[in-house]
C-alpha cells in the first residue's frame, strides 16, 4: 500500500449508484458528487450521472487498466462511481489497494445481490454469491447441488443462455432460472422460466440470474469433502485415485488462503480438490508432459476451478521463482535428483510436505527422509472386489506411500 500523510483528508471517493441513478444516491453521495472536479466511471455510470454535467473520464476494460490515470489525479477532488456496491465485485478493493487508508472514503449503494434476493425473496446469508463476468460457466459446477440457491452476475444475455445451456447439458435443465435486468431502475425486468426451455432471446445488461438448482436423475451432484468419483477426471492412467486422493487431501489439510505446489500434476486431481477446499485457496501445478498438462487444464474448467495455474516444466528447475508454498504435494517426480532438497529449502516454518509414491527406489527415498526429519510414514493400500471366473474376489490396486511431515 502507498504510504501517506496521516493528516491528509480523502481526495477519492468511491460511490455505489444504481439503475436509478442521482435519484437514488444518498444525500453524502450527493454532495461529493456536487464537489467533485472529475468523475470516473464506466460508460453506463457516466450516463447516469450525466445531469451534473461535470468533467468525465470513462474507466477502460478491465478496471485496472484505468488505475494510472485514476491516480494521476491525486489531490483533486476525485469520484469514481461503481455499480451498486463497490466493494463486492466492484471496482472499490482494487483503487483501496492502492491507496492509503486516509486517501479514499466510500459511499456504498443497495448491490445487484441485495435487489435480486429482494425480488426472488430468497435469504442472502444462505444463497451463493457468484459474479460471472469474466469467469467460464464451468465455475458453477460446485455449486450445483439439490436445493441450492444461486444469484450470479453475468456480462450480458448471451451468458444467460450459455448458463442455461450448461445446466441443462449436466442434467440440471430443470431448475428455476429468474433473469433480473436493470434491477432498481426504470428499465426493470423479471422473467422466470427453466434451464431446458431458455428462450429469451432480448436479455440485456446489467443483468442477473438467479438459479434455484433442480437435479435430473442423471445429473453427478459433486460431493462437500474430498475424494471426487474417479469419473468426473479425465486421465490417462496417471490419476491419483479417490481412496487414496481423499487421504491425501485430508493430510495436506487445507485450510483456505493457502498456496498448494503440485509437483507431477498428471491429471490435476490433487490441486483441484485443494481449491475446491476453499475458495480463498490458490494451487500452482508442474507437469512434465503437455499432454497430461492439458488434460490437467480441462479438468480445472470442468469442475469449476479454471484459476489452478498449471505450468509446464520439470522440478527442480520448474520451482525456480515460485511464491512460497504454505504445503507441496509430489506425486510424481520425487526421486528426480535435487527435487526433495530443492522443496525443502523452499518451505517455510510450519507448513506441510505430503509425498506419495509406488516405486520401490522412491519408497527407500521416502524412509530415508522420514529417518532424517520424522513426520508419518504410512503404507496404503485398496483392494476392490471384482469378477473372478463366475465368482468373485478382491483385486488389489498397486500400493501407496505416504511420507507426511510438518516442518
Known amino acids: 500500500m502507498i504510504s501517506s500523510d496521516d493528516t491528509a483528508q480523502p481526495w477519492l471517493s468511491i460511490v455505489g449508484i444504481g439503475e436509478d441513478g442521482l435519484d437514488g444516491i444518498s444525500a453524502r453521495a450527493r454532495a461529493l458528487l456536487d464537489a467533485a472536479e ?40 476525485v469520484v469514481v462511481l461503481c455499480s451498486g456496491d463497490p466493494f463486492w465485485h466492484g471496482a472499490g478493493a482494487v483503487l483501496a489497494d492502492h491507496l492509503a487508508a486516509k486517501e479514499w472514503t466510500a459511499v456504498p449503494a443497495p448491490s445487484t445481490f441485495a435487489w435480486a ?113 474417479d469419473e468426473l477426471f479425465q486421465h490417462d492412467g496417471q490419476l491419483t485415485k479417490r481412496e487414496i486422493r481423499a487421504v491425501t487431501l485430508s493430510t495436506l489439510a487445507p485450510r483456505g488462503h493457502e498456496l498448494l505446489w503440485d509437483i507431477g500434476a498428471g491429471a490435476g486431481s490433487i490441486g483441484i480438490e485443494w481449491l475446491l477446499a476453499a475458495r480463498s485457496n490458490r494451487a500452482i501445478g508442474i507437469e512434465t508432459r503437455p499432454d497430461r498438462l492439458a488434460t490437467a487444464r480441462a479438468n480445472a474448467e470442468a469442475l469449476g476451478v479454471p ?23 509430489i506425486g510424481g517426480g520425487a526421486s528426480r535428483p535435487g527435487v526433495m532438497d530443492a522443496v525443502w529449502q523452499a518451505l517455510p516454518a510450519g507448513s506441510r510436505l505430503v509425498v506419495n509414491a509406488v516405486t520401490l527406489e522412491t519408497e527407500a527415498l521416502l524412509i530415508d527422509w522420514h529417518h532424517r526429519h520424522g513426520g508419518e510414514l504410512l503404507r496404503l493400500g485398496v483392494e476392490r472386489a471384482s469378477p473372478v471366473g463366475g465368482l468373485t474376489g478382491w483385486r488389489a490396486a498397486m500400493p501407496v506411500v505416504q511420507w507426511s511431515v510438518r516442518k
Open 117 to 229: 434476493a429482494a425480488r426472488l425473496g430468497w435469504r442472502l446469508e444462505d444463497t451463493t454469491a457468484l459474479g460471472l463476468h469474466a469467469r467460464p460457466v464451468a465455475t458453477l459446477r460446485p455449486h450445483l447441488r439439490p436445493q441450492a440457491r444461486l444469484i450470479v452476475l453475468v456480462r450480458d444475455g448471451a451468458a444467460v443462455g450459455e448458463i442455461a445451456a450448461y445446466l441443462a447439458v449436466n442434467g440440471f435443465g430443470a431448475s428455476e432460472l429468474t433473469v433480473l435486468e436493470a434491477l432498481g431502475g426504470p428499465r426493470e425486468r423479471v422473467r422466470r422460466t427453466t434451464a431446458s426451455i431458455f428462450a429469451f432471446p432480448d436479455v440485456t445488461a446489467p443483468v442477473a440470474l438467479g438459479i434455484a438448482v433442480v437435479a435430473e436423475p442423471n445429473a453427478i451432484i459433486m460431493p462437500c469433502i474430498s475424494g471426487l468419483p
Open 307 to 329: 484459476q489452478f495455474d498449471l505450468r509446464l516444466g520439470a522440478a527442480p528447475d520448474a520451482l525456480a521463482g515460485l511464491p512460497t508454498p504454505n504445503a507441496v504435494f
Open 38 to 77: 472529475l468523475v470516473v466511471g464506466g460508460d453506463r455510470h457516466l450516463a447516469l450521472a450525466a445531469a451534473l454535467n461535470k468533467p468525465s473520464l470513462p474507466w477502460r476494460v478491465p478496471f485496472a487498466a484505468s488505475l494510472p490515470d485514476v491516480l494521476a489525479r491525486r489531490g483533486r477532488r
